[in-house]
């Protein structure tokens, strides 16, 4: 390529540069150059400003990919914040936390109406009905978020009497979103004008528990323009009680709204057994809400903004050795390390945490290091999480901590358990060259 000459003169005090804007008024009005053309001189400009115009483009371009660049060399834990893939539009287990969802700090306020039907009218108060949701879903979001997360229901304490029978609304098991939303839309619309929604930041739906025709109650989780109706606003957010309602207990409000706030559901079939529950046994209110270690994983709890960055170890191509404390300790000062995470893949990683019989873990008959492993471009009942070693005989996992002495190898990764003491498990984790 030639080199560009740098021309300049001047002309009453002012100085030109060109090629550009200036020099091209230098052109357009000295001696040698008085017999251009005004159209030769419009085209030469109209080509100088294009030419700037990109060279402004390319040079920002630059820029956006260079500080996103430097960005990603600043986070330590840039390979190990696996992305989310957008299998869903709901629920997914990589960074960024899909921005529609429920936020997850702070005052988080939930709208409750009950409704009942002229089949299977309501012979319990709102209030009972709701106890065996609150306050015991208010107290276990407390613990598992350690203090982020504050829920406050906000009920309206009547029966609503829907328009049709329970079974005309053909909402049972499996049944479309659409159906879910016209249910809902119009529990709002017999609520009438005397709710205010101006705080609300989801709806829940609690039908009579005595109902049969709704015997499951799912998450609502909408993308905007498909959401519910509600006091000028658009919830997007919220969930629906069926029968099952009886059978969960709080757990169901907590695994269902996990889901709002865009956790996916970690339980399903192996293909060699169909029994459910096999991917992560009772591990995570999302995996078996009636199961006995209701606390969410570590690296849930780091999706949803509850584990600090400086909780969480991302190792590869290296060795560690670490003291981890107990998944279920909450920690004001978010020090203590919570997590290890070795990634395996762009979307794949291994995590190690400690577990112990304590919180919402107390029904646990063994202690010590979990490990899993975890895949963002799966979602709800594809085993985007399994707990290791997989063992399909325990489908409760109950035995799936590490004892003391015991190595576990997946892949080049090598994970040792070295003893515990009151304060956590010390693990040490060799790892091969990483990506």
């Keep these: ?40 001189t419009a085209l030469f400009i109209c080509l100088n400003l294009s030419l700037n115009l990109s060279l402004n483009i390319s040079l920002n371009l630059a820029s956006a990919h260079a500080s996103s660049a430097q960005a990603k060399a600043d986070d330590a834990l840039a390979l190990c914040r696996l992305p989310e893939m957008g299998v869903r539009s709901d629920v997914g287990l990589g960074f960024p936390r899909i921005g529609t969802r429920l936020r997850t700090l702070g005052d988080v306020k939930v709208t409750v109406l009950f409704v009942d039907f002229s089949d299977v009218p309501a012979t319990q108060t709102p209030q009972q009905v709701m106890s065996i949701i609150s306050p015991q879903a208010e107290k276990y979001y407390e613990a598992v978020s350690y203090g982020k997360l504050r829920l406050h229901f906000v009920s309206s304490y009547q029966w609503l009497r829907m328009g049709k029978s329970s079974v005309d609304y053909h909402f049972g098991r499996g049944a479309p979103f659409e159906t879910q939303r016209s249910y809902m839309q119009e529990a709002v619309t017999r609520a009438g004008k005397s709710i205010d929604y101006s705080q609300t930041d989801a709806l829940l739906v609690i039908a009579n528990p005595a109902v049969k025709a709704i015997d499951w109650g799912p998450a609502f989780s909408a993308s905007p323009g498909f959401g519910i109706r509600a006091g000028g606003r658009e919830i997007l957010n919220g969930a629906t009680s ?36 096999t991917y992560v046994g ?14 969410l994983l570590g690296w849930e709890r780091w999706q949803l903004g509850w584990l600090a960055d400086q909780q969480v170890q991302c190792v590869s191509g290296t060795t560690l050795q670490t003291r981890l404390t107990p998944i279920e300790r909450r920690d004001d000062s978010d020090t203590s390390s919570k997590i290890i995470i070795v990634p395996t893949g762009k979307n794949t990683a291994i995590i190690i945490e400690s577990r112990r019989a304590e919180g919402y873990d107390s029904g646990i008959p063994q202690s010590g290091p979990l490990v899993y492993t975890i895949d963002t471009r ?43 003491d009151a304060s956590g498990d010390l693990v040490r984790v060799e790892t091969g060259n990483g990506r």
């Design 282 to 295: 009772d591990f995570s209110v999302m995996g078996n809400p009636a199961g006995k270690a209701h606390e």
């Design 1 to 40: 390529m030639g080199k560009t000459k740098n021309l300049s003169t001047k002309k009453k005090g002012i100085k030109f540069s060109y090629p550009g804007l200036a020099g091209m008024i230098f052109l357009r009005y000295h001696p040698a150059m008085k017999k251009l053309s005004l159209l030769s």
């Design 378 to 420: 799966l979602s709800s009942h594809d085993g985007a999480i399994r707990l290791q070693p997989v063992d399909d005989k325990d489908t409760q996992h109950l035995q799936a901590p590490m004892k003391p002495g015991q190595t576990m190898r997946i892949g080049k990764t090598s994970i040792s358990f070295l003893g515990s």
């Design 242 to 277: 069926g029968s099952d309602l009886t059978i969960l207990g709080w757990a169901w409000f907590a695994h269902e709204f996990g889901h709002v706030m865009s956790l996916v559901d970690l339980a399903g079939p192996l293909a060699s057994t169909q029994e459910w529950h």
